[in-house]
């Protein structure tokens, strides 16, 4: 009876296929004992910076900054090393190691085995939201997302991209109960804002999509949009008008003072007021007008418990908040190198807008290509324009417009593979709610699902794929050339200073 209901309930099926794909992917697809020089700029330098922070060192490595996977990572070592299944080295005796290569790949498979974790519990969680969203096909769904790039990409190495929007979207999670409920709202909005400030420190990428991401719910709350009613809220209250601005006015000026420049300033305040103002599109207070006032001090409360656990507990140190106090680094973050070289504010904006257009034209053309996500835009407008209600199905587009913008400011950082994760989700999610509102039989239905999933297998269950997903940037005569390793500014120096040159050569002998 217990098996014959599982197997009527979509969401237990969706999980099964989620983790058969996963192992099948992880164990058989592609290789979890090749060399940690396929994907060393990441799976080395994660694997290092959670050794530190296993070693009670604070971490090296703040690009991202990385901080939530480097530590979660650094737990798993210690419980791997607890229970005898290796023997786990500090820092300290990484130098004193004589097959140094061995120790140092069989670190880097469990790097991939708790980044194949982390991405099942991730997908797990995706079909949680898209349940939520009453998902009416979501085996068909759940089938798409396994063989998307997004999924292929991690299942098979360590990055902090998932990770991140792990922290993200049970930050969403919160939110729609948020919506579902009145109670426990402080507890809510405070792990709403912790789980989001906790997603961007882990990397910095995803504070652009956050209020974007956000505006999915629109959806969610039966499109009502009760910014209107918010503001008339707020004006009829001095007293709440009066906690809302004091609360707000407190989060400026802390900006103010911890910002290095002017512009710096204004990019957080702007985004602080966005992220805001997302909110209030979505959240309606009418009978909780405390929310007005609680949502700053929420914010302010979860970003002060983050620095004090970061800063003392968890050996991320100060720069793991550059993000919050450096933001002119946004300025190199943003882009390729041309853009990273610009030290004079006014030549990055006139180079920055130069870039817009160039990844204009990249996205263009992105766009035309035979792929899974371009299919369901183009159905998704085909069938709104030929609708006999297009005002009434336009707003269910509105998942169109969050995607081309996500994917328009990703394209400052590439286009890339891993990248891609960011989008699977989100592209899914808005087909699911566009047929939740959208009349149409259900054979048709199947038969679309069906072509995207034979697109994904088409595109992507090959050879020539799998390697472009799993290549690093550089190869293993790159890294271990003379220059990088002897150089003070070589790679190794850089990103991995605690481990002796003698060392590296013995792994680039490996």
């Not at 530590?71 to 820092?91: D, G």
């Not at 870039?355 to 369901?376: A, D, R, Y």
């Amino acid at each position: 009876m217990i098996l014959n209901r599982l197997l009527r309930n979509q969401e237990y099926i969706s999980y099964f296929i989620v983790l058969l794909f996963g192992l099948i992917i992880f164990f058989l697809i592609q290789d979890p004992y090749e060399s940690f020089f396929i994907n060393y700029d990441q799976e080395f330098w994660n694997t290092y910076n959670s050794l530190l922070i296993y070693s009670g060192l604070e971490q090296e490595k703040y690009d991202e900054p990385g901080h939530i996977s480097y530590f979660l990572f650094a737990v798993y070592l210690k419980i791997i090393n607890f229970f005898q299944i290796i023997e786990v080295p500090t820092i300290y005796k990484i130098n004193e190691i004589e097959n140094v290569s061995k120790k140092i790949e069989s670190l880097i498979f469990h790097s991939r085995l708790f980044g194949l974790i982390i991405n099942l519990i991730l997908s797990f969680l995706i079909i949680k939201i898209f349940k939520k969203f009453d998902t009416k096909n979501l085996i068909f769904i759940t089938l798409i997302l396994v063989t998307s790039n997004g999924f292929l990409t991690h299942t098979s190495q360590y990055r902090v991209e998932p990770m991140t929007l792990l922290l993200f979207l049970i930050s969403m999670i919160t939110f729609i109960n948020l919506i579902d409920s009145q109670n426990k709202t402080f507890t809510k909005l405070f792990f709403f804002n912790f789980f989001i400030i906790l997603s961007i420190i882990n990397k910095v990428q995803i504070i652009f999509y956050i209020p974007f991401y956000l505006l999915i719910l629109l959806n969610y709350n039966k499109f009502n949009f009760p910014l209107k009613k918010n503001i008339q809220v707020l004006l009829r209250s001095k007293k709440n008008l009066f906690y809302f601005f004091s609360s707000s006015l407190i989060i400026v000026c802390a900006i103010f003072l911890r910002s290095e420049q002017i512009h710096s300033t204004i990019y957080l305040t702007s985004i602080y007021f966005i992220f805001l103002l997302s909110f209030y599109c979505i959240k309606e207070i009418r009978y909780n007008e405390k929310i007005l006032y609680l949502f700053n001090i929420s914010l302010l409360l979860s970003f002060l418990i983050i620095y004090f656990l970061i800063n003392y507990v968890t050996y991320g140190g100060v720069n793991s908040f550059w993000v919050f106090f450096k933001i002119s680094k946004i300025r190199g973050y943003l882009g390729d190198t041309l853009l990273d070289q610009k030290h004079d504010t006014f030549l990055w904006i006139k180079d920055f807008i130069i870039f817009s257009f160039k990844n204009l034209q990249v996205m263009f053309f992105e766009i035309f290509k035979f792929k899974v996500s371009n299919i369901i835009i183009f159905l998704t407008i085909f069938l709104t324009i030929f609708s006999k209600e297009i005002g009434r199905h336009l707003k269910l587009n509105i998942f169109i417009g969050i995607y081309l913008i996500t994917k328009f400011i990703t394209l400052f950082r590439g286009d890339k593979f891993y990248y891609e994760i960011y989008f699977d989700w989100l592209v899914l999610l808005g087909i699911i709610i566009f047929f939740n509102h959208f009349k149409l039989k259900k054979k048709f239905i199947n038969f679309i699902f069906i072509t995207l999933i034979f697109t994904n297998l088409l595109n992507n269950f090959n050879e020539k794929n799998f390697y472009l997903i799993n290549s690093g940037s550089y190869d293993k005569e790159s890294y271990c050339s003379k220059n990088q390793i002897y150089s003070e500014m070589g790679i190794w120096s850089y990103y991995s200073k605690k481990i002796s040159k003698n060392q590296i050569l013995n792994l680039c002998k490996f």
